[in-house]
């Protein structure tokens, strides 16, 4: 049951303290604070809005990602109030990916006709756009309010975030120009998401596969990126992707981020079946 004072940021629905959601507010706020402290020192690069409009375009990818990652973590840690910040981390993404439109509006100059155009005539622009229409309608509907208003549609409605991610990651990999190594990394990040939800709540074993299967469509995606995109031989980026560097490649560093999450399942299941034991023995 919502309570009056549920929409404050750092409590919880029974409007009770949440130190959970204080902590993700506090880091949902702080890359906007640390860019507008960067811009207030005039400590942002040569060229200041250009280097805002890639901050907030890497942070909206970060917690968009976050924000899918929810569902899985609350099942592999066996942790059911995360679900609680799921909703702060998706607006967080749309509130970013809105300020980094609205920084590259500035960036034209603030002009109406070369924005449209340019978001018309240039196809990474043109993706993003969507991603950013599709983000606000998300962040819009995503009260308990909207949630009652539709019902069983709002479900629907916000498995949209999966394509919007998808768009949004198209949109980072393709402006990246010779470097796509980050874009990737979220890309397999993203796709490790994608699997897990594909398998419906996968049990240690495939959850364990999860990881070698996410890192080798990292690799094939940093091999076609470059193949298509780029006149780099993807022989070479094939060889670089073979010799093993825990965080050289992004699909090494999926691989380790794989590893940890099934680390992380077992030593929860192992801290859960003791706490289970020390109950049944009357010694918790
Ligand atoms: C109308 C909507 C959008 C516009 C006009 C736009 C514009 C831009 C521009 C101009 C760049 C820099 C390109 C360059 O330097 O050559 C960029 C990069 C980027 N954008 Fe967008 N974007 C939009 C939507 C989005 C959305 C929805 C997201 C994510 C949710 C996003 C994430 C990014 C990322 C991650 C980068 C690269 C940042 C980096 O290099 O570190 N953008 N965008």
Redesign the pocket.
Known sequence: MATRNDWIPWTDHAGRFSALKAAVFAFALYPALWLLLRWGMADLGPRPL?EA??RS??W??RF?VFSLAVTPARAVLDWPRIVLVRRMLGVA?ALY?LL??LL?VADQKWNPWTVASE?VLRFY?TV??V??LG?AALAWTSTDGWQKRLRHRWKALHRWAYALAGL?LF??AL?AKINAS?AVFWFGIFAWLMLWRALRRPGLWRLAALAPAAALITAATEVAWYGLATKVPYMRVLNANLGFDPWGRPASQVLVLGVVVVVLAVARKRFFFEKKNQKTLGLA
Do not use: M, P, S
């Open positions: 250009t409009i890639h375009g890497d909206a990818v968009l993404a990916a980094h439109l590259y978001i622009l993003g756009f991603a950013v983000l949004a949109h980072y402006q980050d």
